[in-house]
């Protein structure tokens, strides 16, 4: 299983980026995805999952900014996010949610760094 | 949103001592819960899930237990390899939440 980010970068306020996930090594399109960030030297923050049947679920605080989707043809997830804030700075990990044992992210990325400023 | 509040946020021990990590959900998450381990520069390791089932390949020294709303990660036999933040989740309910994290040093 291989995860791998890209897209990050520096980007002032207000404005969008979109991040994208290539994923080798499994069935992509049979697996849920997560996106999960974390502020530089802080906690770990759950974003958005999407289901293999394109289901969305958002954390609060992206709701409305953020668009999860994916690629099955393509093995790729897309995190786009609009109205970025000072807040949103973090590294962005996407994950694959564990098979059959709950909601849970088995396999991460080595995440890709989202610097929000001015 | 369910809260989790994880004690100690640091803790350094010995090669072969034996820690214990504590998690506290703010309701009961019904053993609906994973540990992480995260090491220096790297994104997190997922090591056990439902309270204290291990994944496969992870060392026996790292073990989990707990119920309701208090769980705990000890690791027996601390070894070098060991030093990282570790972090708990729930996946009780939605917004997935974790721990903020319990650094170990190794002396």
């Known amino acids: 299983v291989q995860l791998v980010e890209s897209g990050g970068g520096l980007v002032q306020p207000g404005k969008s980026l979109k991040l994208s996930c290539s994923a080798s090594g499994f069935t992509f399109s049979s697996y849920g995805m997560h996106w999960i960030r974390q502020a530089p030297g802080k906690g770990l923050d759950w974003v958005a999952y999407?289901?293999?049947?394109?289901?969305?679920?958002?954390a609060d605080a992206v709701k409305g900014r953020f668009t999860i989707s994916r690629d099955n043809a393509k093995n790729t997830l897309y995190l786009q996010l609009n109205s970025l804030k000072s807040e949103d700075t973090a590294i962005y990990y996407c994950a694959r949610k564990a098979f059959g044992v709950g909601w849970y992210f088995d396999f991460w990325g080595p995440g890709t760094m989202v610097t929000v400023s001015s | 949103d369910i809260h989790m509040t994880q004690n100690p946020v640091s803790l350094s021990a010995f090669i072969g001592d034996k820690v214990t990590i504590t998690c506290r959900a703010s309701?009961?998450?019904?053993?609906?819960l994973g540990w992480y381990q995260q090491k220096q520069g790297q994104s997190p390791k997922f090591l056990m899930y439902y309270a204290s089932n291990l994944l496969s390949g992870v060392p026996s020294r790292f073990s989990g237990s707990g119920s309701g709303t208090e769980y705990s990660l000890t690791i027996t036999g601390i070894q070098p390899e060991d030093a990282a933040t570790y972090f708990c989740q729930q996946c009780y309910s939605y917004p997935l939440t974790f721990g903020s994290g319990t650094k170990l040093e190794i002396k």
């Open positions: 309701q009961d998450i019904s053993r609906y």
């Open positions: 999407i289901s293999s049947s394109s289901g969305t679920v958002y």
